[in-house]
Every structure is written in structure tokens, then in C-alpha cells.
């Protein structure tokens, strides 16, 4: 296998996710520590990172990789291909190595197995293809950076390779992870999702259990899970098995509540000709509707929150 580097991009102001997104959770660590040590156990050396947006907080979360930095000053001001010109000329006067992969930073979920191919492969041009769509990384033989470089021209990596007027390697690949960035907080959600499902395990994340308190601590989640089983089942006893809760148990959070509040919550109904059975009060029906909307407020609200107190410096908290 031929001796490979790496230049990845990461200079972009992250204005359409809201957040800067190599130092978001993904995996164990973050976006941009992840796809590093991927790439470092892959034996993939050297590789230059393009910093902007944010430079000195993601230097110091990278820096005992033993990656190289280069700056983009201009970053608020120019496009990727220029942050990829950067790199690749930092990447010049670095060791022996014969090819080099060009990536942004914010594709976390590529396969080492993807990685694996296209260094084995020997030609000019190589590039990722999922399902006839191409994606990333791409990777050049040393001989084509120079003219890389010397391109001006408006369309980019894209304009540059046609410029090359060489022949291009299509991989075509198992790995959606090729064409999965994060450049909206949809994409990342359903990044991680995507990623779960296959096996993966989910990042640091936040979590929070909304208590109503009166002079004791009266209403919790499990509370309202058990006002809303009685509501569909119209029996404590089906709600109380419906969560592994003995009878007594759930009566006694029922009891607890209405004392708490002063009003009941449910209405036990004995049998007859019709059955018995319980069903919710009015002012149990309000209780839960208003718990429940004041729950999904909060939950909405905590991921904006986590970001903005966990994405700047966000190794120091781990």
C-alpha cells in the first residue's frame, strides 16, 4: 500500500448548523477527533488540518494527535477549494508520501474499510461512489497537486480535477457514510440516528427528567406514563401491568398527587351491568396535558442548550 496523507477541512463557520460542527459529540468523542484517529490507525501520515472558524479551540482538541494545522485566515471570505489549496501546500514540504486524500472534516461516519480501498488502489484520480452518487474522500496522486494548485478557476475541487483532464477512478462503495456531513441540525440528528441503527454507539448526549414539587415531590415521568395508560386502558389495574407496577404501588402515586393538588385526578368507577373501571378526571385530563406539553418544551430546548455550553472546548468536559 502506497504511502498516503490527508488533508482535511475544517475552516467553514458552520452557519447552517448553528453550531461548530467538527466539535460536536459523535461516536466517543467528537466529529473531528474521531475522523483523525481513524485516520492516524489507519497509519495515514502526515495530515493537515485546515482550521478557521474557531482555529484555536479545535487546535487544542487536536493538538496530541500529532496532526499539522494550517489557517485560513480568510475563511469568513473565500470557498473550501481555497482551504484545500492550504493544506495541500503545507502538505508539499511534509515527508515521503506518494497520494493524498482531500476531505471536509464533517463526514464522520465513513468506514475504515472505505478508507482501505482507496489507498490500495494505484491511479491518478480516485473517488467514492455510493449508489452513482460521489462522494468522499477523494484521493490525487502527489504528481497532480501542483497543478491542483495552479487552479483559479470558480467551480472548486470539481472545476480542478476536470481541469486535470485525467482519468478518474470511481470506487463504488458499501458505505453510505460517504455522503453523510452535517450541515444542518436535521442531517446531524439523523446522522446519529443512522448510525445507531447500524451498530454504533450513540455520543454524549443530554438527558433531564422534569419533577413537580409541592411540598414534597409529587409528579414525575413515571406519573404521567401511568395517568396516560389509565386514560387508554380505563383501568389502573391493565395501567399498573402495563409498567411492571404492583396495584398498591400505583395508587399510592395516584393518592399522592390528589394530595398534593387537592382535587383527584382519577375516577374509580365500581362494576355493574356496564363493568367497571377508572378513567381520568377533568382536572386529571389537564394535569397530563399540561405536564406533557411543558415536558416536550423542555426536551426541544435542551439540545440548543448542550450545544451552546458543550461545543466550544468541548474535550475539556470529557
Known amino acids: 500500500m502506497r504511502k498516503t496523507g490527508a488533508v482535511l477541512v475544517a475552516a467553514g463557520l458552520s452557519s ?31 495530515v493537515v488540518v485546515v482550521t478557521g472558524h474557531q482555529a484555536e479551540s479545535l487546535e487544542r482538541h487536536l493538538f496530541y494527535t500529532g496532526v499539522r494545522f494550517v489557517r485560513n485566515e480568510r475563511y469568513e471570505n473565500t470557498h473550501m477549494f481555497d482551504s484545500v489549496k492550504l493544506g495541500l501546500r503545507a502538505l508539499e514540504g511534509e515527508g515521503m508520501w506518494e497520494q493524498v486524500m482531500v476531505m471536509p472534516i464533517d463526514l464522520p461516519a465513513i468506514l475504515p474499510e472505505t478508507f482501505r480501498q482507496v489507498m490500495k488502489i494505484d491511479a491518478e484520480v480516485v473517488r467514492t461512489v455510493y449508489q452513482g452518487k460521489a462522494g468522499h474522500p ?21 472545476g480542478a480535477i476536470r481541469e486535470l483532464g485525467v482519468r478518474i477512478t470511481n470506487l463504488e462503495v458499501e458505505d453510505e457514510g460517504i455522503r453523510r456531513d452535517v450541515d444542518t441540525p436535521k442531517a446531524y440528528r439523523q446522522l446519529l440516528e443512522w448510525d445507531y441503527e447500524r451498530g454504533n454507539g450513540y455520543p454524549l448526549r443530554p438527558s433531564v427528567r422534569v419533577f413537580l ?21 380505563g383501568s389502573i389495574q391493565e395501567a399498573c401491568g402495563g ?21 383527584p ?26 405536564y406533557e406539553a411543558m415536558e416536550r418544551e423542555i426536551q426541544g430546548c435542551l439540545q440548543q442548550i448542550f450545544w451552546k455550553h458543550f461545543e466550544k472546548g468541548f474535550h475539556k468536559t470529557i
Open 265 to 290: 385526578v382519577v375516577e374509580r368507577r365500581a362494576g355493574g351491568i356496564g363493568g367497571g373501571g377508572s378513567l381520568l378526571t377533568e382536572e386529571g385530563k389537564g394535569l397530563l396535558k399540561s
Open 16 to 46: 447552517r448548523m448553528g453550531a461548530f460542527k467538527p466539535m460536536l459529540p459523535f461516536g466517543d468523542s467528537t466529529i473531528a477527533l474521531h475522523v483523525v484517529t481513524m485516520l492516524r490507525q489507519l497509519k495515514v501520515d502526515p
Open 213 to 233: 414539587h409541592g411540598r414534597e415531590m409529587f409528579f414525575e415521568p413515571d406519573t404521567a406514563r401511568l395517568l396516560s395508560l389509565i386514560d387508554k386502558t
Open 138 to 158: 477523494v484521493m490525487f496522486e502527489r504528481n497532480l497537486v501542483p497543478r491542483l494548485l495552479e487552479y483559479e478557476g470558480a467551480q472548486g475541487l470539481r
Open 243 to 263: 409498567m411492571e407496577l404492583s396495584y398498591s404501588k400505583g395508587s399510592r402515586m395516584i393518592r399522592k398527587v390528589e394530595r398534593q393538588l387537592g382535587f
